[in-house]
């Protein structure tokens, strides 16, 4: 049985300066490279948007980053214009041994649905290809860490414990972007999920 360290969007717009910066999002990067050594699976994820998402502010007329839109879907949060397929701000920050990964999952690049989730896209349906290449893998057991906690890691996080994994999520690894209350629901949803929230 494998472990696998998930590494969730640890991209230049995610980062100070970035499109849609999470405050302190580099700080964690260093102690992520040295928490690598210790799984026998990493995987990084990566925000990879096509131009004029649906998910994007910019798209329509009257609205601004996060403000709220019905989508097929649901509810979809509306966010300035950020990791587009090819980007500078796609990129995996510099600092980050993107080099260890052994598998890169791309996410959102559908430009009709946006995708927090390493396993899903937000129509919580479609799947990104993870759960099957981690059970090719033999993998029980997930640490998460990396951008944003309240989002992507949150979702992510939880959709895993569905699918049956023990989950981990490392607080000390991760940043949050914590719009409106957003952390302490999804910090509340993680843990009715079952997911394991550690500081250390």
Same mark, same amino acid.
């Given at each position: 049985?494998?472990?696998?360290?998930?590494?969730?969007?640890?991209?230049?717009?995610?980062?100070?300066?970035?499109?849609?910066?999470?405050?302190?999002?580099?700080?964690?990067?260093?102690?992520?490279?040295?928490?690598?050594?210790?799984?026998?699976?990493?995987?990084?994820?990566?925000?990879?948007?096509?131009?004029?998402?649906?998910?994007?502010?910019?798209?329509?007329?009257?609205?601004?980053?996060?403000?709220?839109?019905?989508?097929?879907?649901?509810?979809?949060?509306?966010?300035?214009?950020?990791?587009?397929?090819?980007?500078? %701000?796609?990129?995996?920050?510099?600092?980050? /041994?993107?080099? *260890? +990964?052994? =598998?890169?999952?791309?996410? !959102?690049?559908?430009?009709?649905?946006?995708?927090?989730?390493?396993?899903?896209?937000?129509?919580?349906?479609?799947?990104?290809?993870?759960?099957?290449?981690?059970?090719?893998?033999?993998?029980?057991?997930?640490?998460?860490?990396?951008?944003?906690?309240?989002?992507?890691?949150?979702?992510?996080?939880?959709?895993?414990?569905?699918?049956?994994?023990?989950?981990?999520?490392?607080?000390?690894?991760?940043?949050?972007?914590?719009?409106? %209350?957003?952390?302490?629901?999804?910090?509340? /949803?993680?843990? *009715? +999920?079952? =997911?394991?929230?550690?500081? !250390?």
């Amino acid at each position: 049985m494998s472990n696998a360290l998930l590494v969730i969007d640890v991209q230049n717009d995610f980062c100070p300066k970035g499109a849609l910066a999470v405050k302190e999002g580099d700080t964690i990067i260093h102690q992520i490279n040295a928490a690598m050594d210790h799984f026998n699976i990493v995987v990084l994820t990566q925000d990879w948007h096509p131009t004029n998402h649906k998910s994007f502010a910019s798209s329509y007329e009257n609205k601004k980053p996060f403000d709220t839109v019905e989508m097929f879907y649901g509810n979809q949060v509306l966010w300035p214009d950020h990791c587009i397929q090819g980007s500078v %701000g796609a990129k995996f920050h510099p600092n980050l /041994n993107h080099e *260890k +990964a052994d =598998v890169i999952i791309r996410k !959102g690049s559908n430009p009709a649905v946006d995708s927090y989730s390493a396993f899903f896209e937000n129509d919580k349906v479609t799947p990104t290809g993870l759960h099957g290449y981690l059970k090719d893998r033999n993998v029980k057991d997930l640490t998460m860490v990396g951008l944003a906690t309240d989002f992507c890691v949150a979702f992510s996080a939880i959709d895993a414990a569905k699918l049956g994994y023990s989950v981990t999520v490392r607080l000390d690894m991760a940043r949050a972007i914590d719009n409106g %209350g957003s952390l302490n629901s999804a910090m509340d /949803n993680m843990s *009715k +999920a079952g =997911v394991k929230l550690k500081n !250390g």
